[in-house]
């Protein structure tokens, strides 16, 4: 039984082609999603897949060869027609499949459980899947630990797109620099004495209604020797007025660091009780506003958390929480355990997102987005390590204080 389309089906490509991600090369913070995904599950198979036109793609898989298959054969495109898990227990008894070619075969497909990957914006872009040739059934716990490992995805694929994002709003703010140099000297310099001129003329003709056929032939003289500086300087005008930032900007307001904080620990909690790890959350505290873009900064929290539970061993302690330092402040501290085994955040939190990580080539490549979305809040980021401690992080954002009743209203909602 085919799946239908998507009602969005025209948005949905667009909003999928627009992340550039189809047929990239592979990449291990994906592959460690997957992996991850069938260890939960207990699958020998898993994908992060994205369902195209005629064809569904895999970024990451563990379990098979195939990098993509037939959108006509694919469970993926039935599961993206909702926004929740899609579970069949068993394929050979699910009319939508039992004559799928892929379950119709000695070996084939039986158990199948795929989460969608829904984007900020409501478009389901494909699923993270875990698949099996026997029959089975998953707990509650792991379901859980799938949908939580798919915003993870959606997550990461939306920082690495908005972090290309900001590297074009940098560019064009430096060309818009430039511009405005360029415009001080043409309005300050060739084009001054024109446009006097140019003023001079039209004042006495509108005083004495009086054409001066002399100061005329001035001013055009004059302009039609500088028409080039005037197209220039409607150009520059134009331009500065078009840049900005545009809708790939990051939707800067007031928010509360604690609330956001909150969320992101609830997201990966999810994913650190299968590996027995405790999320110690200090972050209950008063609220502490900042200016920031409540969607991507906490999906760069979530990152980090989700990095601080990747690379903790399994029984591990996790502690979060908010403070003000020299200013509003978040910080992660992946503890050492209680018989000397040291986490192994460290060196990719340093490798990663500290030692000029657009320059290192390493398999956290998201550790790096996250640095440079942070960046771009003006936050300091700072990074220990001592034995008997752990790994500290700390993100220090600048004070931003309600100034009206409406803006105090706006934090409380946040």
């Known amino acids: 039984m085919h799946a239908s389309l998507p009602d969005n089906e025209t948005d949905r490509l667009s909003a999928l082609y627009a992340l550039d991600i189809l047929d990239s090369a592979p990449e291990q913070d994906f592959d460690d999603i997957v992996q991850l995904a069938s260890n939960v599950c207990g699958t020998p198979m898993s994908l992060v897949t994205l369902v ?30 909702g926004r929740d898990l899609l579970v069949v227990p068993d394929a050979t008894k699910d009319a939508r499949f039992a004559d799928n070619p892929s379950v119709d075969m000695e070996g084939g497909i039986r158990f199948y459980a795929g989460a969608p990957l829904v984007t900020t914006d409501g478009y389901a872009l494909g699923t993270l899947c875990v698949i099996d040739n026997s029959p089975r059934s998953v707990g509650v716990e792991q379901l859980q630990a799938l949908r939580a490992l798919a915003r993870q995805v959606t997550s990461q694929m939306e920082l690495r797109r908005h972090s290309v994002a900001l590297a074009n709003t940098t560019a064009r703010l430096q060309e818009l620099e430039r511009r405005k140099d360029d415009l001080a000297q043409l309005v300050g310099g060739d084009l001054r004495a024109p446009l006097r001129l140019m003023s001079t003329y039209l004042e006495k003709l509108g005083s004495t209604g009086r054409h001066d056929a002399e100061m005329a032939e001035l001013v055009g003289r004059a302009t039609a020797g500088h028409i080039r500086g005037f197209l220039d300087l409607l150009h520059h005008l134009t331009t500065m007025a078009d840049a900005g930032f545009g809708s790939e900007s990051l939707h800067m307001r007031q928010i509360d660091l604690t609330r956001v904080t909150q969320r992101a620990v609830e997201a990966v909690r999810p994913i650190a009780a299968t590996k027995q790890i405790w999320i110690l959350n200090q972050g209950g505290g008063p609220a502490l506003p900042i200016i920031a873009d409540p969607v991507r900064l906490e999906q760069v929290f979530t990152q980090l958390l989700f990095a601080a539970v990747k690379y903790t061993p399994a029984g591990g302690r996790v502690r979060v929480g908010t403070e003000i330092e020299s200013g509003p402040a978040l910080h992660i501290d992946d503890m050492d355990m209680p018989n000397g085994v040291r986490p192994e955040l460290f060196p990719h939190l340093f490798y990663g997102a500290i030692a000029n990580p657009s320059e290192i080539p390493g398999p956290d490549r998201g550790l790096a987005v996250a640095k440079k979305i942070l960046d771009a809040h003006h936050a300091t980021v700072a990074l220990s390590d001592r034995p008997g401690d752990g790994t500290s992080l700390h993100v220090v954002f600048p004070f931003a204080q309600p100034t009206t009743s409406a803006e105090i209203a706006e934090l409380i909602a946040a």
């Open 52 to 81: 195209d036109t005629d064809r569904q793609w895999f970024k990451a898989r563990v379990g098979t060869d195939l990098t993509e298959t037939s959108r006509d054969l694919s469970f993926c495109a039935h599961a993206i027609l």
